[in-house]
């Protein structure tokens, strides 16, 4: 992609990806929801300024060795369709910052809104989780926030994905986390030993075989074992809800994602009384359930 060369200064650049972005019809929710945003945030990213703080910058003039950087950049964004994290090597987490890469998917997680305030009221006291279970780890970012909000826990993270738990290790390690978060390779519950745990959450594959097939190309970058759910997106879901019980304390809490599928939980298990949790999803994305009422829900 060539730009013109009467671009200058970092408003220029803006203003020109922007417009570029919208003409390719680009497609968002990676970090960001619309062009304007991720174009300023890649822009910054890209001249080491603060990512908070456009507005002193906007007049400033780019070097050339900048404006080739920056048209490098744009060129993969639009022409290969990479998410802009992929670009970045970054992803965040309100104000938690994460390595990322393709070898795992982007966070973006309801869950995460859910943690700061240590899930309250459905846990209750946080200094009374002693352990806890991430499924479906990643990159291992709802493990860390895990740890922050349950400072006395100690934490089993679990991914199917050799490659994912690489990425994790060097999140956790970053964090200083290492003594307090175990990673575990197993598929779901499959090669954990038997233990309880006070509270287990998991973001799992939800996306129905319909919706793989229609995804925008930015999501096919990410690996499809991260996101495909099956036929109704539940597929990852029965598994969890049918193995709980057995690693759960008695009155230890489930903790699930499931997307846009409560519909489908509810026709799939009719008699399972699922809390729904508030969260910024304008569908009731995530749901709580306490050991008890899995087994009497059966």
């Known amino acids: 992609m060539n730009a013109p060369a009467e671009l200058e200064s970092l408003r220029d650049w803006l203003r020109w990806a922007v417009t570029r972005f919208g003409e390719a019809r680009l497609a968002f929710g990676h970090g960001t929801t619309n062009a304007y945003d991720e174009a300023a945030y890649l822009v910054l990213h890209a001249l080491h300024l603060p990512l908070d703080r456009l507005e002193p910058f906007l007049d400033a003039r780019l070097t050339h060795a900048e404006r080739g950087e920056l048209a490098a950049l744009f060129t993969r964004r639009i022409d290969e369709r990479v998410p802009a994290a992929y670009l970045t090597r970054e992803a965040f987490l309100g104000e938690f910052r994460f390595y990322v890469d393709e070898r795992v998917i982007i966070p973006r997680s309801y869950i995460a809104e859910l943690l700061p305030d240590g899930l309250m009221p459905f846990v209750g006291d946080a200094h009374a989780v002693q352990s806890a279970l991430d499924l479906c780890?990643?990159?291992?970012?709802?493990?860390?926030?895990?740890?922050?909000?349950?400072?006395?826990?100690?934490?089993?993270?679990?991914?199917?994905?050799?490659?994912?738990?690489?990425?994790?290790?060097?999140?956790?390690s970053d964090y200083g986390l290492a003594g307090r978060i175990n990673l575990i390779r197993s598929d779901l519950f499959a090669n954990l030993p038997e233990k309880s745990y006070d509270l287990i959450i998991s973001n799992p594959p939800y996306v129905t075989a319909t919706a793989m097939d229609e995804l925008p190309a930015e999501y096919r970058h990410e690996p499809a074992m991260a996101l495909a759910g099956g036929d109704d997106g539940l597929d990852a879901v029965r598994t969890i809800l049918r193995d709980a019980p057995r690693y759960l304390a008695p009155g230890g809490m489930l903790v699930v994602e499931i997307g846009h599928n409560r519909a489908a939980a509810e026709e799939a298990f009719p008699r399972l009384a699922f809390t729904w949790l508030a969260t910024s999803s304008p569908e009731e994305a995530v749901f709580a359930v306490r050991r008890e009422e899995i087994i009497a829900g059966r």
């Open 137 to 172: 780890t990643g990159s291992g970012c709802l493990a860390i926030l895990l740890a922050h909000a349950f400072a006395e826990a100690d934490i089993d993270a679990v991914d199917l994905s050799a490659d994912a738990l690489t990425v994790a290790q060097r999140n956790v």
